[in-house]
């Protein structure tokens, strides 16, 4: 099946550093991948949508000079959560689609941020 | 008005119950419908993915979509400890929106021994 990994797993940060996170298909390409955030015992929310080779495309109210996405390859895509505050401290998932079958989306397994 | 509406439960059955997880939309434009398992502090896990009204089997879960009253619902029978997850009903609308996954709260199941 369609594997996703993101690295870190966890992350614990001060105030004011940026976090970088990892998102990889590995065993697919994948044009178009997705960053969600999640807070406790509530859905996903979309931030943005990530297109290798072009820009990002951020829903309303996320602050794309806060988090930086980068699409550099059709396996991987990266988040940086800059001048981290700890307000941003959240689970931050990523998912990729794999154009084998219409829209599926394979997510990965999150990466808990805190910002102390 | 929330585009998916899902009852977030939480919902405790026993072990071999079947359970009904339900969800509801208001955009006739959303095409694709899934049910996403998700464990504690990982990521979502595809179980099934629909396009048309009517019924999808694998194994013991089932999905069953009716586009004309906007309801979907997944059904898990012989249900085990193991499915005690959140269940996340999701939607893809076609066109522009290609690929945005609109999500429901998501459905906290507990499945007792």
């Known amino acids: 099946g369609a594997v996703v990994s993101q690295h870190p797993s966890r992350v614990i940060c001060k105030s004011g550093t940026s976090v970088k996170i990892e998102c990889r298909s590995l065993?697919?390409?994948?044009?178009?991948m997705f960053w969600y955030r999640q807070f406790p015992k509530k859905s996903l929310m979309l931030m943005a949508t990530?297109?290798?080779?072009?820009?990002?495309?951020?829903e309303q109210g996320v602050e794309k000079d806060k988090f930086l996405i980068n699409h550099a390859s059709l396996t991987l895509s990266t988040l940086t959560v800059t001048s981290a505050h700890p307000e941003d401290s959240s689970f931050y998932i990523c998912s990729a689609m794999s154009g084998r079958a219409g829209n599926e989306q394979f997510f990965g397994p999150g990466t808990r941020l805190t910002v102390l | 008005q929330k585009e998916v509406e899902q009852d977030p439960g939480p919902l405790s059955v026993p072990e071999g119950a079947i359970v009904s997880l339900n969800c509801t939309y208001s955009?006739?434009?959303?095409?694709?419908f899934m049910w996403y398992r998700q464990y504690s502090r990982k990521g979502p896990e595809l179980l099934m993915y629909t396009y048309s009204s009517g019924n999808k089997e694998d194994g013991r879960f089932t999905a069953q979509v009716d586009k004309s009253s906007k309801y979907i619902s997944l059904f898990i029978r012989d249900s085990q400890p193991s499915d005690s997850a959140t269940y996340l009903c999701?939607?893809?609308?076609?066109?522009?929106?290609?690929?945005?996954?609109?999500f429901g709260q998501g459905t906290i199941l507990t499945v007792h021994p």
């Open positions: 990530s297109n290798e080779g072009s820009k990002a495309t951020y």
């Open positions: 999701a939607t893809i609308a076609g066109g522009t929106s290609y690929g945005k996954l609109t």
């Open positions: 955009n006739s434009a959303f095409q694709y």
């Open positions: 065993d697919f390409q994948a044009t178009t």
